[in-house]
């Protein structure tokens, strides 16, 4: 089984092929730094645009690196929700297209369940797994009981860690995206007590009985801390430590969070799984000290961590492709008038969460 898949979803046009088998025939990503960077975030029609504009050449590009032909798919699977409407629309009329023009099968897929199931096929995860999904849009977590079926137990109740992350180095002035450049320069402090000591940050919601989060207020106590620096140009000796304080808040919050969840997943699920699994998925799984952080909790509670090796944490499309298959061996297909879904949570019936909103 081979299938072709389409990611447009936001700032990254991808095209990729996988087989059943696991093997990743092609994974061809353009990232939109640049067309992006001047604005400090993502422009929703620069980035529908870039993809029309692109999206056709990558998909040939796919097609050659992976030495088929077009006659060997089996179907197509696109990105139709959740992302930026324009972008979304882009990739899931080209995928509708070629479906038709080819007779073989439309697979709609939710981004974020692409992203949820990455692991099965990087490291043949069994479900149920527990997963921390942590991007720049959302912050959740969930149980993956089967392919379609989820259980949010926490979510975000205003910011995502992502947006905490890039929103926080906009503050500094740091380039876009702020995320990376956080990490690259929070690794350059060498002693990090005292950068906790010169600036404080809060753990929001550590102790409170939910899973959930909140990062509206650590981007505050952040905003806070940058008002005390001397006026004028800022200096690294200033925003490293303070890119350290905030790794680390963000992390400690992260883990406070999921030794929760995991401590209710052994309850819940332990007969279930003799190998249980955290799985941490989404842009922010990239970061390599919040990696560490969460290994040595899975150590501590018994736990196996898997986290997507690093080209596949962000946005691309071999884990629509991948997604793809999973519906696929379920006998799931889409007709070709499935509607783009800008919202589309992974737990439809989750109680909702006063503040979360869409973010749910």
Known sequence: MIVLGIETSCDETAAAIVTDK?????NIVLRQLEEHAVYGGVVPEIAARTHLEHLDRLIRAAVQDSKISLKEIDAIAATCGPGLIGGVL?????????????NIPFLAINHLEAHAL??????DIEFPYLILLVSGGHTQ?????????????GTTLDDAAGECFDKSAKLMGLPYPGGPEIEKLAAKVKDKAAA??????????QHHKSCDFSFSGLKSA?????????????????????CASLQEAIAETLISRCERAILRFKETYGAQNKNPALVVVGGVSANKAIRKSLDALCREQGLHLSA???????????????AGIERLKKGLTDPLDFKARPRWPLDPDAEPRHGAGVKA
Not at 90 to 102: E, P, Q, R, Y
Not at 196 to 205: A, C, D, G, I, V
Not at 222 to 242: M, S
């Open 141 to 153: 977590i969930l149980v993956a009981e089967d392919v379609g079926t989820y259980r949010r137990w």
């Open 118 to 123: 990455t692991p099965r096929l990087t490291d």
């Open 222 to 242: 952040v905003r806070t801390h940058v008002e005390t620096l001397p006026t004028g140009a800022l200096t690294e000796n200033d925003i490293a430590p303070l």
């Open 308 to 322: 997507a090796p690093l080209e596949l944490c962000t946005d691309n499309a071999a884990m629509i492709a991948w």
């Open 196 to 205: 906790l000591e010169r600036f404080p940050l809060p753990r929001p919601m």
């Open 22 to 26: 696991r093997d990743i025939l092609s």
């Open 90 to 102: 882009v990739g899931m009329m080209t995928a509708k297209a070629m479906a038709s023009a080819l």
